[in-house]
């Protein structure tokens, strides 16, 4: 069993940064694959960037590639995201996931998670 807390979400400016943390539980964190999903006001829960259990290896959907960047400290038990570059459409509820890895050969970042946490709200003003 993995439970996981989302903190850092905020309300920023246009352009600005947030570091988002998602802290996990479990002495076998580093196995984890762990995503991270936004969902906005009347719309659905989309994917947005996951990092397998060793960190070396990430997948990004490609509006977020060079804005968002994720990363994972296995002491820590945590995984971040940092989003710069902040639009108003980035503004959504964000959720980190996790699952097992699997086999590195066959890894898939959106197939589905089995740990979520409770998100944390992200709000970017114009």
């Known amino acids: 069993q993995v439970q996981l807390v989302e903190s850092g979400g905020g309300l920023v400016q246009t352009g600005g940064s947030l570091r988002l943390s998602c802290a996990a539980s479990g002495r076998t964190f580093s196995t984890y694959t762990v995503g991270w999903f936004r969902q906005a006001p009347g719309r659905e829960r989309a994917f947005v960037t996951a990092i397998r259990g060793s960190g070396d290896t990430t997948y990004y959907t490609n509006s977020m590639k060079g804005r968002f960047t994720v990363s994972r400290d296995n002491a820590k038990n945590t995984v971040y995201l940092q989003m710069d570059s902040l639009k108003p459409e980035d503004t959504a509820f964000y959720y980190c996931?996790?699952?097992?890895?699997?086999?590195?050969?066959?890894?898939?970042?959106?197939?589905?998670?089995?740990?979520w946490g409770q998100g944390t709200q992200v709000t970017v003003s114009s």
């Open positions: 996931a996790a699952k097992r890895d699997g086999s590195s050969a066959y890894w898939d970042p959106r197939a589905p998670y089995d740990y």
